[in-house]
């Protein structure tokens, strides 16, 4: 007999990667299906890498013959029949779903057999109902490190402690990413800061950023601000360890950000 699944083609950073996740994750447990992966999309581009492995994430990689063959669909002339080996290998019963516009589409929860989602699936309404599950999950399997303690130990002692993202790399040195997203303004920062100092008592900002050597010449212009120098020998998951234990956030147009938030 058959068993139906769930089977996410990741893409993005680890910002998209978690919106992957829970959206599965939560549409398995609505229907008591398996949650599977694969990472096609990422071998291909080579610019983002596999960036769940350290948290404690409850899916497998998809088996070799699935892969191959959801790689093959990738060719226009090979779509048809890669996709009819793989109604015989899962049961027939089988939905690609592309997310075309970044809406919550609820009729997915309807659909039967199994199910390939490709796309972002960044709403957390796919999760919302599951939410406990997905933060358990996302903790992560390995304690602070050593180059983080002393962040993680000051953020803990302030009693107003504000996460700060700049998010500037690709969205300033890709034009395409640029045209798309943009980035925040200085002013919007400042703008944020000068809210939260009339808003809440002894506020400090901890800057969370891809080119913290930027924010250190345009955004220190006060006393009470910390840079989270990373450590590029760990993964992005450190920083946003850091960032979930701030009370507070001023986030960048970015999903990342978002996760630090949330």
Same mark, same amino acid.
């Given at each position: ?72 669909? #990738? ?18 019963? /089988? ?13 997915? &929860? ?14 957390? #309404? ?7 599950? &997905? ?18 130990? +000051? &953020? ?41 100092? +009339? ?15 930027? /924010? ?33 956030? &001023? ?12």
């Amino acid at each position: 007999m058959q068993t139906h699944k769930i089977i996410i083609r990741l893409r993005g950073g680890v910002g998209n990667q978690l919106f992957q996740y829970a959206a599965g994750r939560s549409i398995a447990l609505e229907t008591q299906r398996r949650l599977c992966y694969e990472t096609y999309h990422l071998e291909r581009k080579k610019t983002r890498s596999f960036a769940m492995h350290m948290f404690n994430t409850q899916w497998q990689r998809e088996g070799h013959i699935s892969c191959y063959l959801l790689k093959a669909t #990738r060719k226009k002339h090979l779509y048809p029949s890669a996709m009819m080996a793989m109604k015989i290998l899962h049961g027939f019963d /089988v939905h690609y779903i592309y997310d075309q516009h970044l809406n919550y589409e609820p009729s997915i &929860i309807h659909k039967t057999g199994t199910l390939i989602l490709d796309g972002y699936w960044a709403s957390y #309404r796919y999760f919302e109902n599951h939410q406990d599950t &997905i933060r358990s999950d996302l903790t992560l399997t390995t304690g602070i490190p050593n180059s983080y303690q002393e962040y993680w130990n +000051e &953020i803990h002692s302030r009693e107003n402690a504000i996460a700060v993202h700049v998010r500037r790399g690709d969205y300033v040195d890709n034009p395409r990413a640029n045209a798309r997203h943009g980035t925040c303004s200085l002013d919007y920062y400042f703008k944020a800061m000068k809210w939260y100092e +009339e808003h809440v008592q002894n506020p400090w900002f901890y800057f969370f950023s891809d080119d913290i050597h930027w /924010v250190k010449k345009n955004l220190l212009n006060r006393k009470n601000i910390t840079l989270i120098y990373t450590d590029n020998t760990l993964g992005d998951y450190e920083d946003l360890r850091l960032m979930s234990s701030c009370r507070h956030f &001023i986030t960048a147009n970015s999903t990342f950000s978002w996760w630090g938030a949330w």
